[in-house]
């Protein structure tokens, strides 16, 4: 059996549909972020970007993102993807990593990036606008940026944008 696309070609190399295909729909990097101005280090918190649909984890209007919020990010093959999770396909296959189980490219199942955790669906405890951007750091989370719990498992399966990290000391 050949290889998949992400596993011979460069992120470079993807044409456009099969790079729009390697997002997995976590919708985790439509999350807000501070940065650490001194060292550069992303923190993550569960207040979503104001376009972002969270039960579906899809941006509400993906084609004018760029227009309506000013600091989404168009994640592109030059990006530098160490503000990404670890579970995002763009960074994983950047780092030469294989995509997970969950993947909806290796399940054939939207869905299991959210049975499998990866997801923000459930998780989101604020809307930017709704939360004082002075109060976000009592919206700091972890998991954005861990690895998703059972990865590298195989499971039986039953079936299967962005945001610039804002800038502020903390
Ligand atoms: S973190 Fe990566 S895989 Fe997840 S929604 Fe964002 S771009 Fe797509
Ligand atoms: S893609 Fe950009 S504009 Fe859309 S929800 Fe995500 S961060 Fe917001």
Known sequence: MSKPFWRTKSLQEMTTAEWESLC????????EKLE????????????????LDCEACRCSDYEN?????????KITPEEQFFWLPKTCA???VAEGKDLEWWHPLVSGDPETVHQAGVSVRGRVGGIEGKVRVRDYDQYLVRWPMLEAKGSNKKRKLERRETKKPRAKNV
Do not use: P, S, W
Request: glycine share 6%; hydrophobic share 25%; net charge positive.
């Open 90 to 92: 763009y960074r994983r």
């Open 65 to 73: 993102r760029m227009k309506r919020v000013k600091d989404c990010v």
């Open 36 to 51: 650490d101005e001194d060292t550069g280090k992303i923190y993550y918190t569960n207040v979503a970007c104001r376009l």
């Open 24 to 31: 997995d729909g976590c919708a985790r990097c439509c999350l």
